[in-house]
């Protein structure tokens, strides 16, 4: 006998749903040492298991001390975020049986956070949208499992280097609504915790790491679905779609008339499907106590406001007063506000080039260089290459003054790329200048306009276009020094007179 799935046939598969996620987003602080020891956080691409003490190993009778740089940091995130920082904080034991944990516990925080509330405004598909926090809390990391299997047998290596290092844990409302929604708001958060240098935020090397809680309900129903949580995912992009897969199985079930269970399920990225790893009833009961070896923490408000001294412009601050300063468009601005450092060197350039040159100066991140940083990676800075602000600064000078063409000055940023040269020596020591002399540019398109009679013969016959054609003649004959609306209005001189 084979049994089947029992379908409902009377149900209707046409329903609308609204998909309903929240996120849990861990991330690596970039502390100098561990979170409650003085071992180096710093242990990547080292042996190992070489960077461990007995605190992070908790061995009895060790005492851990606060890191006060986390703590700042968490504090930062916060405030960068709108929480609120309670004046009264604590840590707390969680506790679990699992190889990751060599302690069998893990201190973090349960019930007094160091931030609470707050909220991040991101942009989807050009709509404005906000995302609120439930709570920020600060935590240590567990040690790295690396899974192995050689053949013979399946078995798991342990490196505690990370074990102890500082890790904030973020909890948002459950307020997204698509896979998109939930990638936007992680590009803002790593861009905001990279403006505050207090986290590189790469999922790709775990230092964001991302779970999510998905669920749908009947577009108009107020009360929440049954969540599932879904993990596994290492890059922004399988965080999208692995939400996307989640929402559809989750309609699927509904529409053949079966119920959704509360269950943790894990990511295949070969696959791009979900998988059920346990269900709620297997969940864990963490008895969660104060740790009673670290006092409580009392923030008062001035060292709240010292911790917020520190902070840097925010992206969004950053964007619309680039926008308002060097009257730049909303996508322009958002372009050279992409980064700290990218925002940094556009305006250092802009120093250098002196006043007036700021549109030059914006063109030339826009266009030129951030073409030629895509091509080293998608993250590229100016910093990795020979390129500096004072070689664009200086190029957007000789732009305005027209001493080279845009033609050239392509050529001469790509030199410099290569070099580390700087504009006017280059264009000096080549030969790049541009053709200024208007009589020798008339003479090449009198000499252009002689080798070419069939686009002088359209172009008489009333096709303008034609021009077009004899302009790059001209401009090529002059290997691209010659400025295009002068040419153009020397050959129309010679076209319409007739000679
Ligand atoms: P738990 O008690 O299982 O840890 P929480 O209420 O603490 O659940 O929420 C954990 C995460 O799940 C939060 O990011 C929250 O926004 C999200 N969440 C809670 N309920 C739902 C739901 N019904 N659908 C989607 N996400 C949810
Ligand atoms: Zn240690
Ligand atoms: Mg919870």
Redesign the pocket.
């Known amino acids: 006998m084979t049994t089947q799935a029992n379908v409902d046939y009377n149900v209707d598969y046409n329903v609308d749903y609204e998909a ?5 987003v861990h991330i690596q602080l970039k502390t100098r040492s561990k979170m409650f020891c003085s071992c180096d956080r710093e242990y990547f691409d080292t042996e190992p298991n070489s960077h461990v003490c007995a605190i992070c190993l908790g061995m009895p009778g060790m005492l851990p001390v606060v890191n006060e740089q986390a703590v700042a940091y968490t504090i930062m995130a916060g405030l960068a975020l709108g929480c609120d920082i309670p004046t009264h904080s604590k840590f707390d034991r969680k506790n679990y049986p699992y190889p990751d944990l060599v302690k069998g516990y893990q201190i973090s925080q349960y019930d007094q956070p160091f931030c609470l509330g707050g909220k991040l405004d991101i942009e989807v598909d050009g709509e404005p949208r906000t995302v609120h926090l ?1 709570r920020i809390h600060l935590e240590e990391d567990t040690a790295r499992l690396l899974h192995r299997d050689d053949g013979a047998e399946a078995y798991a290596l342990i490196d505690v280097n990370r074990s102890g290092s500082p890790l904030m844990e973020l ?5 997204m609504h698509s896979g998109a929604e939930a990638s936007a708001f992680l590009h803002k958060l790593r861009r905001t915790m990279r403006y505050l240098q207090i986290a590189d935020a790469d999922m790709e090397k775990g230092q964001l790491r991302c779970d999510a ?3 749908i309900r009947p577009r108009g129903q107020e009360a ?4 599932v949580e879904v993990k596994n995912m290492n890059s922004f992009r399988s965080v999208q779609r692995a939400i996307e897969f989640e929402i559809e199985r989750q309609a699927q079930v509904l529409a053949e008339g079966g119920r959704i269970v509360q269950e943790t399920r894990g990511y295949v990225d070969a696959t791009g499907v979900t998988v059920s790893q346990r269900s709620k009833e297997e969940a864990n009961d963490y008895r969660y106590f104060p740790e009673p070896d670290i006092p409580p923490t009392v923030l008062d408000e001035a060292t709240t406001q010292a911790i917020r001294a520190r902070m840097p412009e925010l992206p969004d601050a950053r964007r619309a007063r680039f926008e308002s300063e060097y009257s730049l468009s909303p996508d322009e601005a958002r372009t050279l506000t992409d980064s700290r450092e990218r925002s940094e060197d556009f305006e250092a350039a802009v120093r250098a080039a002196g006043g007036g040159l700021a549109r030059p100066v914006a063109l030339l991140f826009i266009g030129e260089v951030a073409r030629h940083l895509n091509e080293l990676g998608q993250e590229a800075e100016l910093s990795e290459t020979p390129v500096t602000p004072a070689h664009v600064a200086e190029l957007a000078g000789l732009l305005e003054r027209r001493e080279v063409t845009g033609t050239t000055a392509k050529e001469v940023l790509a030199i410099a790329f290569e070099t580390g040269e700087m504009p006017a020596a280059i264009v000096e020591a080549r030969g790049l200048k541009a053709v200024s002399d208007e009589g020798a540019i008339d003479e090449i398109a009198a000499r252009m306009i002689e080798a070419n009679p069939k686009a002088v013969e359209d172009y008489r016959s009333g096709k303008k276009s034609a021009i077009g054609f004899l302009v790059g003649q001209v401009m090529r004959e002059a290997k691209g020094r010659a400025d295009a609306n002068t040419v153009s209005s020397l050959l129309r001189k010679r076209l319409d007179s007739g000679s």
């Open positions: 309903v996620i929240g996120l849990e439930e909890v948002t409302q459950p307020d809680n998905v669920s929440l679905g049954t969540k």
